[in-house]
Nanobody, 126 residues
Framework: EVQLVESGGGLVQAGGSLRLSCVAS????????IGWIRQAPGQEREGISC????????YYDDRVRGRFTISSDNAKNTVYLQMNSLKPEDTAVYFC???????????????????RGQGTQVTVSS
């Protein structure tokens, strides 16, 4: 059974930090890229970052580049998203997802993800 389980969300003040974790199981970690998708209230899901776990290549949307860092621990089938300098506009449900690694650069399109977790809420207060 494919599972992606997120953790680490919560309530933080603007300027603060959170680290999200995503533990994957049930599929070959090396065959996929793992990314983070977020959905703010009333908005569509959007991919914000992705890592090709086999190559280590990382991708960031302009809205998070320089503030967020994605990393992976392949021995633990786990991907992390370190979020610093959080802003109220980062408030959203954050999902981790998997897409075929040859499509990693398409991470901004949430429809490209073939597996997705249940999400974790991140709320940034002003």
């Amino acid at each position: 059974e494919v599972q992606l389980v997120e953790s680490g969300g919560g309530l933080v003040q603007a300027g603060g930090s959170l680290r999200l974790s995503c533990v994957a199981s049930g599929f070959s970690f090396d065959d996929y890229a793992i990314g983070w998708i977020r959905q703010a209230p009333g908005q569509e899901r959007e991919g914000i970052s992705c890592i090709s776990t086999s190559a280590g290549t990382t991708y960031y949307d302009d809205r998070v580049r320089g503030r967020f860092t994605i990393s992976s621990d392949n021995a633990k089938n786990t991907v992390y998203l370190q979020m610093n300098s959080l802003k109220p506009e980062d408030t959203a449900v954050y999902f981790c997802g998997a897409l075929k690694k040859q499509f990693a650069s398409w991470y901004r399109d949430a429809k490209e993800f073939v597996f997705r977790g249940q999400g974790t809420q991140v709320t940034v207060s002003s």
